[in-house]
């Protein structure tokens, strides 16, 4: 199974969209699930359901850090690889999704009162998030 069928399938588990794209590259980083699922627990619904930056977006991050990111307060190489490839991610979900947001991305703002409610009675995190999460992973295996 590819990663992109990977993450899918664990959205369809019920994991939010920034555990799903961690999980599919966690094996590949030596990052156990149990530990993978808990780190990306409050990225999901836009930051902890706040319609902030989307999960599959702040899942990606956390994939570039864990094959990139600094380890010794020196390494400003790996800080600055970091950087730019998390840039040059935005940029393309963005040229392809429009935006970062899942505020934007859903059309509907998950901190107001029944925000989540409607979102979910409208089939928004069924019908919109996978095509978000099958970006991330496939933008991640482009640039990384």
Not at 113 to 131: D, I, K, N, R, T
Request: glycine content about 10%; some cysteine; aromatic content about 10%.
């Amino acid at each position: 199974m590819n990663r992109v069928d990977k993450a899918k399938k664990y959205f369809q588990l019920h994991y939010n969209c920034a555990q799903s794209v961690l999980l599919a590259f966690a094996p590949d980083y030596e990052l156990p699930k149990a530990k993978a699922s808990k780190i990306a627990q409050a990225f999901g619904g836009g930051l902890a359901r706040q319609g902030e930056i989307c999960g599959a977006v702040t899942g990606a991050l956390m994939v570039i850090g864990l094959k990139y990111g600094k380890i010794k307060p020196e390494e400003e190489e790996a800080r600055e690889k970091t950087y730019s490839l998390a840039q040059k991610f935005f940029s393309f979900f963005k040229e392809k999704h429009g935006a970062l947001s899942c505020r934007q991305l859903l059309g509907i703002d998950l901190s107001q009162p029944g925000g989540y409610e409607l979102a979910s009675s409208q089939g928004l995190f069924m019908s919109v998030c996978p095509s978000l999460i099958a970006s991330a992973v496939t933008i991640l295996e482009e640039i990384l």
